[in-house]
């Protein structure tokens, strides 16, 4: 299992799409089961098989991340969904031109959005390691000192809207359809919601692929020149492109993860609405 379970994971999620498109199947509803099951999963296999037993344990950051999850899935999804078909409309509208679906078959629309949406998800999560003011956003991601699968839904407001709309507005300015982008969502959700997991997987070459949680513990490095490296939201590819891939070898388990030392001002033990706030107010 801890071999395999990644590419089992993947496998499975890819049957499931093809025989969703088959059938005729809502992708938005499959892509919900697909998220449940996979939280599921997680939960269960971190009791099983621990990366780090102590990182089970909750150091009063719980609240900080469900209040983050319920937000960006109450709140941010349902926004995200309204606006950025609206600045689509916009966009062709100001240049006086009419949209039309792409007419590819739909696994060939499917290829070019992941290829897209990975690129366009890359450069929005590199540059908010980059630019200071953008860090300070994404700060609250890498501000709990534990990995666990909630920390996937650990996200500023801003931070998640601003990787939604770098990574999917291209493919839909392209015209590639609903179907194909949600395609791609039920393909790489289970890689994303896996990502932070304290599952103690042993992937292998997979980790050279895919954004594993084996791979992904190296981002959350309290060393800034470890953690900026695998940007990859479910991909690595574009981490091989652009020279940040780090392979998961010689993450011991006297590693630490959180800030780093010259993010120290960044309120990570205030609760979630205060760090939410600490964006508006000095020293930002």
């Known amino acids: 299992m801890k071999r395999f379970f990644v590419i089992v994971l993947v496998s499975l999620s890819g049957t499931l799409l093809f025989i969703a498109n088959e059938q005729g199947f809502d992708l938005e509803a499959i892509l919900v089961i697909v998220s449940a099951i996979t939280l599921v999963l997680a939960f269960v296999l971190e009791k099983k098989m621990p990366f780090r037993t102590a990182w089970n344990n909750n150091t009063g950051d719980l609240k900080t991340d469900l209040s983050s999850a319920v937000t960006l899935v109450i709140l941010v999804e349902p926004v995200i969904k309204i606006l950025l078909p609206l600045l689509i409309i916009t966009a062709y509208q100001n240049v006086n031109a009419e949209y039309s679906e792409s007419s590819l078959p739909f696994f060939v629309q499917v290829l070019f959005v992941t290829f897209l949406v990975e690129f366009g998800k890359y450069w929005s999560h590199r540059l908010h390691h980059l ?84 791979a992904h513990r190296w981002h959350h490095s309290i060393i800034s020149s470890e953690a900026n490296r695998n940007y990859g939201n479910a991909l690595l590819i574009w981490d091989h492109v652009f020279g940040t891939f780090k392979a998961p070898d010689g993450f011991t388990q006297e590693k630490r993860v959180g800030l780093f030392s010259s993010s120290s001002c960044y309120p990570a033990n205030s609760s979630y609405w205060q760090q939410i706030k600490s964006m508006f107010v000095p020293p930002c």
């Open 131 to 214: 630019q200071p003011s953008l860090w300070w956003l994404h700060a609250m991601h890498h501000s709990s000192e534990r990995l666990y699968f909630i920390n996937n839904l650990r996200f500023h407001p801003l931070n998640y809207l601003i990787n939604s709309i770098i990574g999917i507005a291209p493919a839909m300015l392209l015209g590639f359809s609903a179907n194909s982008i949600l395609g791609y969502l039920i393909l790489t959700q289970p890689l994303v919601l896996m990502q932070h997991a304290n599952i103690d997987f042993k992937s292998g070459w997979a980790n050279y692929i895919f954004s594993t949680n084996e």
